[in-house]
């Protein structure tokens, strides 16, 4: 049996209440879906680690139902929500229901996306329930941006969970796979159904945790690069690296011969590569010579 819900985190009713009193319908636009069930949040807590020492930044904190099972754990949490209506209301909720820990929280109220810096502790974790329509650009955007979240734990569409958590070989193994491995080790850490939502999705959920790579990917190459490479071999999915890395080359033959100096066969596909081979390839750029066109 389930344990009973705590008072200080939001159940269905809670969740429809304080949606009701706001004027609030989750929209598909945003790729809004409220996490009604109190379990699910103490388990992302639970799978996440967060402890009391973990500063954590949330994106995408809606009405709170996280934010405040997180609030119960961590040291301080950062929420980042760009919906004006439930930025405004977020503060009132934790104020409300989490009183002797109002002053843990901060709200940032902005486009996650363009998010540089935050309030308060620099972050050690990132915990969310991703909006499906920008769920990879956010995660890469965060972890780009903040090199002192070493842990991660988001909430995505089930395939997006497939596609980041994926090997080389794999058949959904793609740009979200091989960027995410350039800063982390991904792997899947469950499955989320459909009820715990409202609204209800018509697709599946699940976790995906990062860990933050003790050491970055060497490479004398950068990450813009790098990932200008992978961008480019998989493009064109079912062409060999020859022929999708062309345009990269400024040729077939100087794709080729950057191709057989970082030790990769040039009849390879992107989707057999590693993070580690994409960052060979870029250190191996052609070069213009002065004058050349």
Do not use: C
């Not at 950062?78 to 004006?84: G, K, L, P, R, Y």
């Not at 990879?136 to 941006?145: C, D, F, G, I, R």
């Not at 090997?167 to 792997?187: F, L, Q």
């Amino acid at each position: 049996m389930s344990s009973p819900t705590p008072d200080a985190l939001l159940g269905p009713a809670d969740v429809r209440e304080l949606a009701a009193a706001l004027g609030v319908r989750p929209t598909k636009q945003r790729g809004q879906n409220f996490v009604i069930d109190a379990n699910t949040v103490r388990r992302i807590v639970r799978t996440a680690e967060v402890t009391a020492d973990d500063n954590v930044v949330e994106v995408g904190p809606g009405l709170g139902s996280l934010t405040l099972a997180l609030l119960e754990a961590a040291a301080h949490v950062t929420a980042v929500e760009i919906d004006d209506v439930l930025a405004a209301a977020l503060p009132a909720t934790i104020a409300a229901r989490l009183p002797g820990r109002a002053d843990r929280f901060a709200l940032v109220h902005s486009d996650a996306l363009h998010v540089t810096e935050l309030p308060g502790p620099a972050p050690t974790a990132l915990v969310a329930n991703l909006p499906y329509n920008v769920a990879v650009p956010v995660l890469l955007h965060m972890l780009q941006t903040f090199p002192s979240i070493e842990r991660t734990l988001v909430m995505v569409q089930s395939e997006v969970a497939d596609r980041l958590a994926a090997t080389p070989g794999s058949k959904v193994y793609g740009v979200p796979s091989v960027k995410a491995n350039w800063y982390a080790d991904v792997k899947r850490a469950g499955a989320i159904g459909r009820n715990v939502f409202w609204p209800a999705p018509n697709v599946d959920s699940g976790l995906v945790a990062l860990t933050r790579r003790a050491e970055p990917v060497k490479t004398t190459a950068s990450r813009r690069e790098v990932f200008t490479v992978i961008d480019a071999a998989f493009a064109q999915r079912r062409k060999t690296l020859r022929a999708a890395l062309a345009g990269w080359a400024g040729s077939a033959a100087a794709a080729e011969a950057a191709l057989v100096a970082a030790g990769v066969s040039p009849q390879a596909r992107g989707e057999s590569l590693t993070v580690e081979e994409f960052a060979r390839i870029a250190e191996h750029a052609p070069h213009e010579e002065p004058g050349q066109q």
